[in-house]
């Protein structure tokens, strides 16, 4: 048994989704600091020997188990901490759309990262053309995003939830604010509700700390 949670990542990274859910539960949570796994080297086997993909976040959980994939890890911290908030009740009107905005984002933006931040490793010949082609596909999937799914002042209209979690921080990611304020407002203006709410402002801290 261990102590608490144990969350594997990078500040700045995927892992802040789930530092800050973690955070809306208000339980324990271990920071496992793995900065430099996306190259060989010993954080890279360190966070191997939990995630065989050496992807962030990793999570594991106080009975030892381990949890990768940031969507399902939201669903399971819903399920065990309905307090949280995190997602909409199984009966009522939001919890569809939040199930097909949840795994959208994780199944179609979140890919265009993966390949574009690293486009040399994908496309060799010419990585330039496929981190530019990447970056302009996730513009177009975020004005989906914000002319189909958001309401408005959360995500889902007047219920939090971790929509809005992953909003507050994938605006702050390329192509970052000054962007969304200009085309995707409705975005930023749940990323900036969710960056004043007090129990998430040291997350924000420690993840961005060059932010004002």
Same mark, same amino acid.
């Given at each position: 048994?261990?102590?608490?949670?144990?969350?594997?990542? &990078?500040?700045?990274?995927?892992?802040?989704?789930?530092?800050?859910?973690?955070?809306?539960?208000?339980?324990?949570?271990?920071? #496992?600091?793995?900065?430099?796994?996306?190259?060989?080297?010993?954080? =890279?086997?360190?966070? =191997?020997? &939990?995630?065989?993909?050496?992807?962030?976040?990793?999570?594991?959980?106080?009975?030892?188990?381990?949890?990768?994939?940031?969507?399902?890890?939201?669903?399971?911290?819903? #399920? =065990? $901490? *309905?307090?949280?908030?995190?997602?909409?009740? *199984?009966?009522?009107?939001?919890?569809?759309?939040?199930?097909?905005?949840?795994?959208?984002?994780?199944?179609?933006?979140?890919?265009?990262?993966?390949?574009?931040?690293?486009?040399?490793?994908?496309?060799?010949?010419?990585?330039?053309?496929?981190?530019?082609?990447?970056?302009? $596909?996730?513009?177009?999937?975020?004005?989906?995003?914000?002319?189909?799914? &958001?309401?408005?002042?959360?995500?889902?209209?007047?219920?939090?939830?971790?929509?809005?979690?992953?909003?507050?921080?994938?605006?702050?990611?390329?192509?970052?604010?000054?962007?969304?304020? #200009? $085309?995707?407002?409705?975005?930023?203006?749940?990323?900036? =509700?969710?960056?004043?709410?007090?129990?998430?402002?040291?997350?924000?801290?420690?993840?961005?700390?060059?932010?004002?």
């Amino acid at each position: 048994m261990t102590e608490g949670y144990r969350l594997y990542g &990078v500040p700045g990274w995927g892992s802040v989704l789930v530092e800050a859910m973690l955070t809306c539960c208000g339980v324990p949570v271990v920071f #496992e600091d793995v900065e430099g796994f996306d190259r060989e080297g010993p954080a =890279r086997e360190r966070l =191997r020997a &939990v995630n065989p993909l050496a992807q962030v976040p990793a999570l594991v959980l106080p009975d030892g188990t381990v949890m990768t994939e940031s969507a399902a890890i939201a669903l399971l911290l819903a #399920e =065990r $901490h *309905p307090e949280s908030g995190l997602a909409p009740p *199984p009966d009522t009107a939001e919890r569809p759309e939040f199930l097909r905005w949840l795994v959208w984002m994780v199944a179609n933006v979140y890919p265009t990262f993966t390949y574009g931040d690293y486009p040399e490793r994908w496309a060799p010949g010419a990585p330039n053309d496929l981190g530019a082609s990447t970056l302009e $596909h996730r513009k177009r999937l975020w004005r989906q995003f914000e002319e189909a799914a &958001v309401r408005g002042p959360w995500v889902l209209g007047q219920r939090f939830s971790a929509l809005d979690v992953y909003v507050g921080a994938m605006v702050r990611w390329r192509p970052r604010g000054a962007w969304f304020r #200009e $085309h995707c407002p409705k975005m930023a203006a749940v990323a900036d =509700r969710v960056g004043g709410l007090p129990a998430l402002a040291p997350v924000w801290r420690r993840n961005f700390p060059s932010e004002p």
